[in-house]
């Protein structure tokens, strides 16, 4: 039997992670001198209060390799086999840690640890094809290079509301967040080949923006593999998320679309109002 398990910032809802069989390591959050995990005791809302009080974005690190140890631990003694899935190395040094947990349980052969080259439901996709192969009898390696085939289709983008967090997180200068900040401006950021880039701004309000940029995606999204689409939020306007949703499906194209909230590595680092459509190219 092989286990499915993925870092937290896949952001899977916890209906997916139990319909799917899917646990998760949480990465850890640092809001000044306190550290709390990522999805377990703190919350992205917890992490805009603090955030903005203190005028800083909090940071996030791997997990420590005992914690990664102790679940592979569980699944190894009742003899499973596990495909790990992390965020993109280029973003993180979970994979590393993840790695290691495999090596010093002398685990390597029955552990195969993935590099997702993505953030977020980008790697939630990856998961959930992984689950289903493991829930019809495949073997480790044959969901390995199933998801290695799948992974350079994944299409992962989000639209940002507002880049003060951006800015706190030295990802954009001050210049170029009050500039955005005064001219309504929302940059489209896009994840490719394990790493972000923005490639577009919208201007206007952020309901009028997330809309705009979805229907930007039609001519990828009805030729998207059709199994699921996911909408993965950081706090939006529930009006906004719907408007989405509801063109979605005026696509008639998936036949499942996706509602989940960005879990706390995202949101600390994209701030509230940050929406993506993420799908797996067809």
Known sequence: MVTIISDSTCDLSEELLKRYDID?????????????LDGVNIT???IYTWSDKNGATPKTSAPAIGDVEDIYRKYLDAGNELVVFTISASMSSCINVCT???????????????DSANLSTGVGHLVIEAAILAAAGKSRSEIEQ????????VRASFVVDTLVYLYRGGRCSG??????????????????????HSDR????SIGKAILAYAKDLEP?????????????HSGCDPQDVDAVRQYL?????????????????VSSHCGPGTLGVLFIEG
Not at 201 to 204: L, P, S, T
Not at 220 to 232: E, N, W
């Open 146 to 153: 199933a998801v290695l085939n799948y992974r350079s289709k």
């Open 175 to 196: 210049l170029a967040a009050l500039a955005g900040s005064a001219l309504k401006l929302h940059p489209r950021i896009v994840v490719e080949n394990g790493a972000m």
């Open 24 to 36: 998760i390591i949480p990465l850890h959050v640092h809001l000044g001198e306190k550290e709390y």
């Open 100 to 114: 290691l947990a495999a090596q010093e349980l002398e685990a390597e052969d029955r552990v195969t640890v993935m």
């Open 44 to 46: 992205p809302d917890e």
């Open 249 to 265: 499906q005026s696509l008639g194209h998936f036949n499942e679309i996706l509602e989940t909230r960005a879990g706390g590595v």
């Open 220 to 232: 990828d999204l009805i030729k998207a593999k059709p199994d699921r689409v996911f909408i993965t």
């Open 201 to 204: 701004k919208y201007r206007g």
